[in-house]
């Protein structure tokens, strides 16, 4: 329900921009989209927004195409030869190994336009607030503390860890939850533990997969993002340490969710998006493993 | 007095990401806005804002702010190695030769935020004039006609010349008179011929320097345009048939301003505009050369 929600809205607004556009530009622009991960930030922003009331439904979906959009336009980028140089992403050709470099930087630059766009025009009707709404999901992708900032750690000297990981994944992730109240009229600020904390499991969970990924690998202080320079807790503290500040971080944004009517939902996607990050088999083996 | 204005509302926009950002990445967003150039674009921005009685100053700054911070990311991501591979911008190294590529991606993509965060933060007061307001801006810049859109007609095969100029510079001038009026509260489409006429003849000004650069190509059809593969009018119809282009769209941008208290002013900011950016005399004797 809530899944083809999201991808309607995601089709919708993708639609709007392609009409008239370089065909290769709007190609581009919709691989980066389609088909998606998890979108486990616009189903949070929905969640969140439904458990406010929901009484603007279009900006509530337009806040969830915005924050997908970021996320996918970050990707693109980040795939980029001077980022990760990946010529996959999700099983299939990263952008710009489909459509060249030139193509990949301009769709990500599209995508960014095209979310603050959709906020806009989802917005007639409740403009007082778009401000706030607005501000929110700028702050989770830009400067001083947002994806981008993440991003441009890497190639700062020092970096803290937990600064890196919460800009880099937290910061949409407290996009996400923050906007889907400010769509529906509520509070952001109560939502904000519940996508902070979610945005660190995900990224600790990210750098367990990294090291599970190579059985070999496990336990030693090596992986991808090792190999690539990056800050990694499992690669810095090790992989028990990791698993276990992973099951800290879920219980913490389940307990995180405020109290109201949809909290048990809310509740249950947090439990269900952590068991299909790092199902609780694998965590368990993998704690015996190193034993 | 417009420009202290402008150069201030941008010290003021980047000063406040700035603090807690990686600080290379603040570096290489201020290196991509300072020093500026002529900043033709927000000073429309404002004279047309003034013109309908710039009734919410901080506003029409955030506009100008917006259109000028989304013209320097398209220049850093067009300065990229994989596009124009630049090493010199306005004088100085560009942001990718200063910072490195990974900084020019981020620094541009940090850009794009700021500018819609800018409109954002500024619309308090004004809330209702902000969704109009940013679906200009990012009409400007984005799909289907924006920047982005005008740039990516360069990986087609086929390419309509006056579309292609229309979008990679027509459409964010015509965005810069637009939002100054949407700003003020005032209608936008009376002001968008005005943007759109000065935006083609700044493009034709462009190529005419490109080829009057190089004396030995004068009248020939050959230039920096031609070489990166772009079209040009300059290239493709010749440097008489570009001048005289250039006249008739600066005749149209000054006939297209509105009637309104503001407006002589406006007509001489349009003169001026191209005296400076191709002065008479170098026309009539570039004319003289050829025939």
């Given at each position: 329900m809530a899944h083809a929600r999201i991808e309607n809205a995601l089709l919708d607004t993708l639609g709007h921009c392609a009409a008239g556009s370089p065909p290769k530009l709007a190609a581009a622009v919709r691989h980066a989209v389609f088909p998606g991960g998890a979108r486990i930030r616009p189903q949070l922003t929905l969640a969140v927004a439904r458990a406010c009331g929901?009484?603007?439904?279009?900006?509530?979906?337009?806040?969830?195409?915005?924050?997908?959009?970021?996320?996918?336009?970050?990707?693109?980028?980040?795939?980029?030869?001077?980022?990760d140089d990946a010529t996959l992403r999700r099983g299939q050709a990263s952008v710009h190994s489909a459509y060249g470099e030139r193509l990949a930087v301009l769709a990500g630059d599209a995508l960014i336009v095209i979310a603050f766009q959709a906020l806009a025009r989802a917005a007639a009707a409740a403009p007082e607030r778009l401000p706030a709404l607005l501000d929110t999901v700028a702050l989770g992708v830009g400067m001083p503390c947002g994806i981008v900032a993440g991003q441009a750690w890497e190639c700062e000297p020092r970096v803290s860890l937990h600064e890196y990981q919460r800009q880099k994944t937290g910061a949409l992730f407290a996009a996400a939850t923050m906007a889907g109240a400010q769509a529906a009229g509520g509070d952001a600020e109560p939502w904000r533990a519940l996508g902070e904390r979610l945005g660190e499991a995900y990224q600790v969970a990210d750098d367990i997969r990294d090291v599970?990924?190579?059985?070999?690998?496990?336990?030693?202080?090596?992986?991808?993002?090792?190999?690539?320079g990056r800050p990694s807790i499992a690669s810095e503290q090790g992989l028990p340490s990791a698993l276990r500040q992973f099951q800290r971080l879920v219980t913490g944004a389940a307990d995180a969710v405020p109290t109201c009517r949809g909290a048990p939902l809310l509740r249950a996607l947090v439990r269900s998006e952590a068991e299909r990050l790092v199902p609780r088999a694998m965590r368990q083996a993998s704690l015996q493993a190193v034993a």
């Open positions: 929901d009484d603007q439904p279009a900006l509530a979906d337009a806040a969830a195409v915005a924050v997908e959009l970021l996320h996918c336009a970050s990707l693109v980028h980040d795939d980029l030869p001077c980022f599970l990924a190579n059985p070999e690998w496990l336990g030693k202080p090596i992986g991808r993002d090792v190999a690539l």
